[in-house]
C-alpha cells in the first residue's frame, strides 16, 4: 500500500521569503508523485508531477519539486512567496492498475504568508 | 471549456437521509473519480467510473454508489447519511489512455453538510 506523509500541517512564511514544504512517501513500486494547491473554497489544481526523468521538477507560479528515492522524499520549494500563494497543499502519489489510477494524498500543509 | 462541475454546491441534510451528487466532466473527458475531503484532511478516493463500470474503490461501505452515464457525466450517491459524512465531495476526470498516466483535472466540489 501506498501513502503519503506532509511533516508540516502549518507553515507561515514572511512575503518574498523561500519556502519548503515537505513530503515523504512509502511505497514498495515505483510512483508517480504530485503536489496539488487548494484555494479557499476551490477544487484542486496540479502545480507539478514526477512521471520519470529528471529529478527536479518545475510547475506552474515558480513552484518546483525534487524526487529523492533514496529518501523517499517530494519535497516542494519556491525561492520568492507571495501573498496570493497562501492556500492548502497536498502532496499526493498514484499507481496506475490496470489502467486505472487512483490518488493517495497526504494531510495537507496550510501555507500562510504574512506581510 | 467549461471544466469540471459538480452540482450542487452546499448541501444541508439530516442523518437517515439519502443524497445524490453530480459530476460533468471536462470536454474530451471518459474517466470520473470521486473523492471525499473532510475538514482539514486530504481527499481520500471513493471509486473511479469508466465505461459505465466502477473500475476500482477505495475503503467505503456499500452506503457509497455511484453511476456514469453514457455522456460520461458521473452521479455519487450517500445512503443512511451519517454525521461523519459532512465533508467536501470531489469528483475529478481524464482520458484514459491505455496504462499511461492521465492528469486528473478537479472541479470545485460538492459542501455537504449532516445534521
Known amino acids: 500500500a501506498q501513502s503519503v506523509t506532509q511533516l508540516d500541517s502549518q507553515v507561515p512564511v514572511f512575503e518574498e521569503a523561500p519556502v519548503e514544504l515537505r513530503c515523504n512517501y512509502s511505497?514498495?513500486?515505483?510512483?508517480?508523485l504530485f503536489w496539488y494547491v487548494q484555494y479557499p473554497n476551490q477544487g484542486l489544481q496540479l502545480l507539478l508531477k514526477y512521471l520519470s526523468g529528471s529529478t527536479l521538477v518545475k510547475g506552474i507560479n515558480g513552484f518546483e519539486a525534487e524526487f529523492n528515492k533514496s529518501q523517499t522524499s517530494f519535497h516542494l520549494r519556491k525561492p520568492s512567496v507571495h501573498i496570493s500563494d497562501t492556500a492548502e497543499y497536498f502532496c499526493?502519489?498514484?499507481?496506475?492498475?490496470?489502467?486505472?489510477?487512483?490518488?493517495?494524498f497526504g494531510q495537507g500543509t496550510r501555507l500562510t504568508i504574512n506581510p | 471549456d467549461a471544466g469540471v462541475t459538480q452540482s450542487p454546491t452546499h448541501l444541508i441534510k439530516t442523518r437517515g437521509q439519502q443524497v445524490t451528487l453530480r459530476c460533468s466532466p471536462k470536454s474530451g473527458h471518459d474517466t470520473v473519480s470521486w473523492y471525499q475531503q473532510a475538514l482539514g484532511q486530504g481527499p481520500q478516493f471513493i471509486f473511479q467510473y469508466y465505461e459505465e463500470e466502477e473500475r476500482q474503490r477505495g475503503n467505503f461501505p456499500d452506503r457509497f454508489s455511484g453511476h456514469q452515464f453514457p455522456n460520461y457525466s458521473s452521479e455519487l450517491n450517500v445512503n443512511a447519511l451519517l454525521l461523519g459524512d459532512s465533508a467536501l465531495y470531489l469528483c475529478a476526470s481524464s482520458h484514459l489512455t491505455g496504462g499511461l498516466y492521465n492528469e486528473q483535472f478537479f472541479g470545485p466540489g460538492t459542501r455537504l453538510t449532516v445534521l
Open positions: 499526493a502519489v498514484t499507481r496506475i492498475i490496470q489502467g486505472a489510477q487512483k490518488l493517495v
Open positions: 511505497s514498495s513500486v515505483s510512483v508517480y
